[in-house]
């Protein structure tokens, strides 16, 4: 009986081996059926305003994931509902929530290289330096990672969800399961601010409550290597408008007597920024400290300053951290429109009525969004201007020479699992075990996700484990994903499926 039971444990042990080694192996095998699952949930439309083509699209995943256990619900929210499925592995075990959008931006067919955005194209780079279609029958033959499907959506975010999908689907044909429970989120419209999503919050907190949450959206690192994402910046947003006369007035007759509110504004701005990028409104770094262990984090991270410069066709960067990664660790304030009272075409001359600039202030987690918004009132207050939340009265105009109307909106803030924590280190362990390499950890990336408050409101760490190639063209014309980054990504959700949490 003993013997009986040493030859089963060994024969597990072997397979159990054996199932990791030969994951290489079973994606090939595997590979161009998933290419081909790609093509057909890419070539469903996915603009939530087509609400028949979005039930199309949910209909398309019900049917593949619930082959492998997993039970759906459809959550009712305040727009287009929220897909959910579940797959209960063992009560014992952990819960990991994963969270995928179905949804992708808008096109515009014109700026497209190929007919329709919603037929997907297999694409092969010409010696003429150009992505040139070429037939899905190559595919029967010997794929190139470097071939790459062009199409809405390809990359963001299909790609992952048929990337975790192919490595569920590798498990049950080798007889195995995840190394824990699973809940996964489909949003129907994360690339509209997720409104419906978050709806669902507070209503369905515990259909989402879980141990731990994994994002799977965005591009890896420019190195195409595995990567972990461990926060992302919050966003905040204010307009600052001056004021000259009440109307706008001829440059030839009151040139020279009437204040140009374009040069009031200018003026106000520079008291704002240094020359070398770094902000001068009093405490907008407070709380942040870049201690040498949070520094050899960063460090670590494979960037090439001068290629990213080389890239961007800049000198120098802005002096706010030392590198790419250490000024994401720091609160931006951007100037991302400035306008004026004519809105015509071409030039006149004109003293312009008003002049307004509007501006975007990246979060991290030291900083929250509200109390950013008020240093800047405070700031421009400091400077002697009367600051409203309205246009001025004549009355006010009159009596005070510097006037601002100053709107504020404190937007989402930042989140960050620490990159130590027991959930980080689980898979950073799991993935350079799988890769032979640790993967990138970037401790905070500068986007901002629209699901942040889902994070903060759950309170469950989340991590963002990115799987598509860095030049997807993610929410521009010719989209697309590289058959490489496919593969990859098929084998990072296995290495993540077989973690004990």
Request: one cysteine or more; hydrophobic letters at 35%.
């Given at each position: ?69 997993f ?44 007919k ?13 330096g ?7 029958d ?12 062009f ?48 709806s ?26 595995p ?38 504004l ?24 870049i ?47 400035i ?11 004109v ?7 509007d ?143």
């Amino acid at each position: 009986m003993k013997k009986s039971i040493l030859i089963f444990l060994v024969g597990l042990c072997i397979c159990n081996s054996f199932a990791q080694s030969d994951w290489d192996k079973t994606i090939d095998d595997k590979l161009v059926s998933v290419l081909f699952s790609h093509k057909e949930l890419v070539g469903i439309p996915n603009l939530p305003r087509d609400i028949e083509s979005m039930y199309k699209n949910i209909s398309w995943v019900r049917k593949r994931y619930k082959k492998l256990g997993f039970e759906f619900q459809t959550l009712a929210s305040s727009t287009l509902p929220v897909l959910f499925a579940e797959k209960k592995v063992d009560e014992k075990l952990k819960t990991v929530l994963f969270y995928f959008h179905l949804d992708g931006q808008p096109v515009n067919p014109a700026a497209w290289d190929q007919k329709d955005p919603f037929i997907p194209e297999l694409k092969a780079w010409s010696p003429k330096g150009e992505w040139k279609p070429i037939s899905w029958d190559n595919l029967n033959e010997k794929v190139d990672d470097d071939w790459r499907i062009f199409g809405r959506a390809a990359a963001d975010d299909k790609a992952p969800i048929v990337m975790m999908l192919s490595a569920l689907e590798i498990l049950q044909g080798k007889g195995q399961q995840p190394k824990f429970n699973m809940k996964i989120i489909f949003d129907l419209e994360e690339e509209y601010g997720s409104n419906g999503f978050l709806s669902t919050l507070e209503k369905n907190k515990e259909i989402y409550e879980a141990d731990y949450m994994i994002i799977m959206d965005g591009p890896a690192h420019n190195s195409n290597q595995p990567t972990l994402t461990f926060g992302c910046r919050g966003n905040a947003k204010c307009s600052i408008t001056t004021h000259g006369a009440k109307l706008p007035q001829h440059s030839g007759h009151y040139g020279n007597y009437v204040s140009n509110p374009v040069f009031t504004l200018s003026r106000l701005l520079s008291t704002m920024k240094s020359e070398d990028g770094k902000v001068l409104i009093d405490g907008f770094y407070d709380g942040i400290t870049i201690t040498p262990e949070i520094k050899e984090m960063l460090d670590a991270v494979p960037d090439n300053t001068l290629m990213i410069n080389k890239g961007l066709k800049i000198k120098e960067a802005e002096k706010v951290g030392r590198t790419y990664q250490e000024s994401l660790q720091y609160p931006s304030f951007n100037v991302r429109q400035i306008g004026t009272s004519w809105k015509g075409k071409g030039l006149k001359t004109v003293i312009p009525e008003y002049a307004r600039a509007d501006i975007d202030v990246r979060l991290v987690v030291e900083t929250d969004g509200q109390r950013q918004i008020d240093k800047i009132k405070r700031h421009i207050e400091k400077q002697g201007f009367l600051v409203l939340d309205r246009y001025p009265t004549d009355e006010e105009r009159l009596k005070f020479s510097k006037i601002i109307t100053f709107k504020g909106s404190a937007g989402v803030n930042a989140f960050r699992t620490e990159m130590n924590s027991p959930f980080g280190e689980k898979l950073r362990k799991s993935l350079t075990k799988t890769f032979g390499n640790p993967p990138v950890s970037i401790r905070t990336m500068g986007g901002t996700v629209p699901i942040i408050p889902a994070i903060n409101t759950l309170e469950i760490p989340a991590i963002i484990v990115p799987m598509v190639n860095m030049d997807n063209n993610q929410h521009s014309p010719n989209e697309n994903i590289r058959i490489g980054n496919i593969r990859q990504g098929i084998k990072i959700c296995l290495s993540i499926l077989n973690t004990e949490m």
